[in-house]
T-cell receptor
Framework: GQNIDQPTEMTATEGAIVQINCTYQTSGFNGLFWYQQHAGEAPTFLSYNVLDGLEEKGRFSSFLSRSKGYSYLLLKELQMKDSASYLCAVRGNDYKLSFGAGTTVTVRA | TAGITQAPTSQILAAGRSMTLRCTQDMRHNAMYWYRQDLGLGLRLIHYSNTAGTTGKGEVPDGYSVSRANTDDFPLTLASAVPSQTSVYFC?????????????FGPGTRLTVL
């Protein structure tokens, strides 16, 4: 089975940086995904990591350490529209995704 | 391109009644999934289909059934609804199982069972 942990809530100021951590204990690993979900909407894909290291995509970056079972999503130059839930998901050897409960980020002016 | 659509958007259902949630994608994706999302629990996989004609059970399959007669459609049926099935249901699809094949999600169906 999969056990995926991420903080429930985080608050940050507009223009700041926030780092959302995700730790996982899985029976197999075949990639890690981050999704963004605004309230009342569907999740949308943000990033994918399968090898150790940092993947950068504009204001968002995602890091993976497979040996530590650890990932983080870094959001830079925060904007009000970044207020959302961020979901960490691990794909196991069965190619199915297991999701964490999500981290709700609130950006304050 | 519509992507992935779900119907209805929301529904109130009496306990014991049956209902089918519809999901259609136009991206010719092989794999499709049904999740439920409950507060504090995140997304949980109900059923999945790796390709047309095949289906499999996810983490929480009890009380639900699916079929995959063709590539585009993946309906989810509740045979006899119970209040614990009150949830937001998301359908998703992906072009492949491995590699950089992210899942695309439909807009969701909010179901209340009374």
């Amino acid at each position: 089975g999969q056990n995926i942990d991420q903080p429930t809530e985080m608050t940050a100021t507009e223009g700041a940086i926030v780092q959302i951590n995700c730790t996982y204990q899985t029976s197999g690993f075949n990639g890690l995904f981050w999704y963004q979900q605004h309230a009342g909407e569907a999740p949308t894909f943000l990033s994918y990591n399968v090898l150790d290291g940092l993947e950068e995509k504009g204001r968002f970056s995602s890091f993976l350490s497979r040996s530590k079972g650890y990932s983080y999503l870094l959001l830079k130059e925060l904007q009000m529209k970044d207020s959302a839930s961020y979901l960490c998901a691990v794909r196991g050897n069965d190619y199915k995704l297991s999701f964490g409960a999500g981290t709700t980020v609130t950006v304050r002016a | 391109t519509a992507g992935i659509t779900q119907a209805p958007t929301s529904q109130i259902l009496a306990a014991g009644r049956s209902m089918t949630l519809r999901c259609t994608q136009d991206m010719r994706h092989n794999a499709m999934y049904w999740y439920r999302q409950d507060l504090g629990l995140g997304l949980r996989l109900i059923h999945y289909s790796n390709t047309a004609g095949t289906t499999g059970k996810g983490e929480v399959p009890d009380g639900y059934s699916v079929s995959r007669a063709n590539t585009d459609d993946f309906p989810l049926t509740l045979a006899s609804a119970v209040p614990s099935q009150t949830s937001v249901y998301f359908c998703a699809s992906s072009g492949g199982l491995a590699g950089h094949n992210e899942q695309f999600f439909g807009p969701g169906t909010r179901l209340t069972v009374l």
